[in-house]
């Protein structure tokens, strides 16, 4: 349970930092791609405790 609050932690500082490294168009593919990860994770967690 922690270790996946860090690792979402981390991608959403990974992603806030490629902000001011990346061109515009490799960041609306890297949101899309951090949303669907988080979409995975908040079902992942709810399989197993049952709330999000």
């Known amino acids: 349970m922690k270790t996946r609050i860090i690792t979402a932690v981390i991608l959403i500082a990974a992603a806030l930092g490629l902000?001011?490294?990346v061109p515009a168009y490799i960041f609306n593919?890297?949101?899309i791609i951090l949303a669907f990860f988080t979409f995975?994770?908040?079902?992942?967690?709810?399989k197993e405790r049952n709330h999000p």
């Open 40 to 46: 995975a994770e908040y079902l992942s967690m709810f």
């Open 29 to 31: 593919y890297l949101v």
């Open 19 to 21: 902000i001011y490294f």
